[in-house]
């Protein structure tokens, strides 16, 4: 019996790389198959080449579908056989409605005009194979992550796709969110649809794929059946070798206070509410200070206010170094020895057309200066040792910004905060929607800079990251401190009860 999707010796090259080389990999009817791989393993270039956006001619190798040979030109070839992509930037169009966008470059006619009445009939439908009871004309500005996801899927079931590919669908979901989706991607597999399911987060990838395929350096290296597999031996053949430690934290003796925050308040400009209050808390030389809590706990808003990024201040104090601050701009703070690594790396940490070495120098450019204007051999000289130490890959440091994997895009926001020499380190959300290497990476990047005496604020979403690479954790609930807690006392209970409120329990 032929597969539904199969990819024979597929080998797609770019100017100085080889990103797929001889790739084999298949997709059986009803299955939900993972693809699993560091970034710049190939998996976006597969899905780009499965899903026609790199053309037939431009590879090497076949794509067949049910058993046939296919020669994509274009993403409507690939659509026109069921194949449908949920990409981890969703295509939407936040000030259409939603009925607008599940529709649009295909609205149903009636002679010359559109036919509204079918438009917002089927989109009922759709919504209602989602799970979602939300009106058509919502616009979908004013949906959350999670709705605009299951939106996509609902695009993608009425151009009547049978192969569902999803990239990194949960990055950005909470975790009720997640059961969500999860439990849609099975009911979809239970009706007949088969999926490639894309994701870094293995507990996923094991509650659902029946195979799954790993990826890395552009070949395949593995294909098992689920239940014949272990995370470790996937995470080996991701990497290349065993990883004994998935949190390799090296504590350091805590020195003096970094930074200092007493009884802090604030809200955004726009709202009459605080977002954050009363907020206390110190951070010492040599040490990680977790920040924890659920959707909304302020933790990103915390970072960027005492940045000064965000916000209108309130009322308390913060000093660094024994010394009272108060950050104006993000240029005071980095002139006081703050750095901040933002959760959204692509809209706030990086300038996609432009190359690796413009993005690493960009908030040091006044450090690299000599006399009014920027001393390019002092410039280049840094961008090169942070682009070796960090051991990014690229063709070079004239390489687009754009055209890297995320976690080669996530090194170079990191290498930017930490070529203006800070002394505190801002860390939000860095290991989010990368793989196991570059996480490793990362936090070896952690340990290092604590053991030049420095200090770093680490907020995570996942209570193991938090666990495991913490000296302290620190966990809010709606603006305010739930709950303060040792590497040893800190328990996931202990964790999420302080992060929904109970108090008394957090102690």
């Known amino acids: 019996m032929s597969a539904l999707l199969e990819t024979r010796a597929i080998t797609k090259r770019f100017p100085g790389v080889t990103a797929l080389n001889n790739v084999n990999f298949d997709l059986q009817s009803g299955e939900?198959?993972?693809?699993?791989?560091?970034?710049?393993?190939?998996?976006?270039?597969?899905?780009?080449?499965?899903?026609?956006?790199?053309?037939?001619?431009?590879?090497?190798?076949?794509?067949?579908?049910?058993?046939?040979l296919v020669k994509f030109q274009s993403i409507?070839?690939?659509?026109?056989?069921?194949?449908?992509?949920?990409?981890?930037?969703l295509a939407l169009v936040p000030e259409l409605s939603i009925a607008e966008n599940l529709f649009l470059g295909c609205e149903p006619r009636r002679g010359l005009l559109i036919d509204w009445?079918?438009?917002?009939?089927?989109?009922?439908?759709?919504?209602?194979?989602?799970?979602?009871?939300?009106?058509?004309e919502t616009t979908v500005a004013h949906l959350g992550v999670g709705q605009k996801q299951l939106i996509e899927i609902a695009?993608?079931?009425?151009?009547?796709?049978?192969?569902?590919?999803?990239?990194?669908?949960?990055a950005a979901l909470t975790e009720q969110e997640v059961e969500i989706l999860l439990e849609l991607i099975r009911d979809l597999q239970r009706h007949g649809i088969a999926c490639i399911y894309i994701s870094h987060k293995l507990d996923e990838v094991f509650a659902l794929a029946d195979r799954i395929t790993v990826l890395r350096d552009g070949a395949t290296v593995s294909t098992r059946a689920t239940v014949?597999?272990?995370?470790?031996?996937v995470i080996r053949d991701m990497v290349g070798r065993e990883i004994h430690d998935l949190f390799p934290r090296v504590t350091t003796p805590p020195g003096e206070i970094l930074l200092q925050v007493d009884n802090l308040s604030a809200r955004a400009t726009t709202s009459e509410t605080e977002q954050i209050n009363g907020i206390s808390f110190t951070v010492r030389a040599g040490e990680v200070l977790g920040i924890g809590g659920l959707m909304g706990a302020g933790r990103t808003e915390l970072l960027m206010h005492i940045f000064g990024a965000w916000g209108t201040h309130l009322g308390g104090e913060i000093s660094i170094a024994g010394r009272?601050?108060?950050?104006?701009?993000?240029?005071?703070?980095?002139?006081?020895?703050?750095?901040?690594v933002s959760e959204d790396r692509k809209r706030y940490g990086l300038i996609l057309e432009r190359d690796i070495g413009f993005n690493l120098s960009l908030s040091s450019i006044t450090r690299l200066r000599r006399g009014l204007l920027v001393d390019e051999e002092n410039e280049a000289r840094a961008n090169r040792k942070y682009y070796s130490s960090l051991r990014i890959k690229a063709p070079s440091l004239e390489t687009s910004v754009g055209t890297l994997s995320g976690g080669n895009q996530q090194k170079i926001v990191i290498g930017k905060a930490l070529m203006t020499n800070p002394r505190i380190v801002f860390l939000d959300e860095p290991t989010r929607g990368i793989d196991v290497g570059s996480?490793?990476?990362?936090?070896?990047?952690?340990n290092r800079f604590t053991a030049e005496d420095r200090a770093v604020v680490l907020v995570s979403s996942e209570l193991p990251e938090l666990m495991g690479m913490s000296d302290r954790i620190l966990m809010l609930h709606a603006g305010k401190v739930g709950g303060e807690f040792s590497r040893a006392s800190a328990t996931p209970e202990k964790l999420l009860a302080a992060a929904m409120g109970h108090f008394e329990t957090a102690a």
């Open 32 to 68: 939900i198959h993972a693809l699993c791989g560091e970034n710049g393993a190939g998996k976006s270039t597969l899905i780009k080449l499965l899903s026609g956006l790199h053309a037939h001619g431009t590879y090497e190798g076949e794509l067949m579908v049910d058993g046939q």
């Open 76 to 89: 409507g070839d690939a659509q026109k056989t069921g194949i449908a992509v949920i990409y981890q930037e």
């Open 117 to 136: 009445e079918k438009i917002f009939t089927d989109s009922r439908d759709l919504l209602k194979k989602v799970g979602l009871f939300l009106s058509p």
């Open 155 to 170: 695009k993608a079931l009425g151009k009547e796709a049978r192969i569902l590919i999803l990239d990194e669908p949960t």
């Open 228 to 233: 014949e597999t272990s995370k470790n031996n």
């Open 324 to 340: 009272p601050f108060h950050a104006a701009t993000p240029e005071s703070a980095i002139a006081a020895g703050l750095a901040l």
């Open 439 to 446: 996480k490793l990476e990362v936090y070896e990047l952690i």
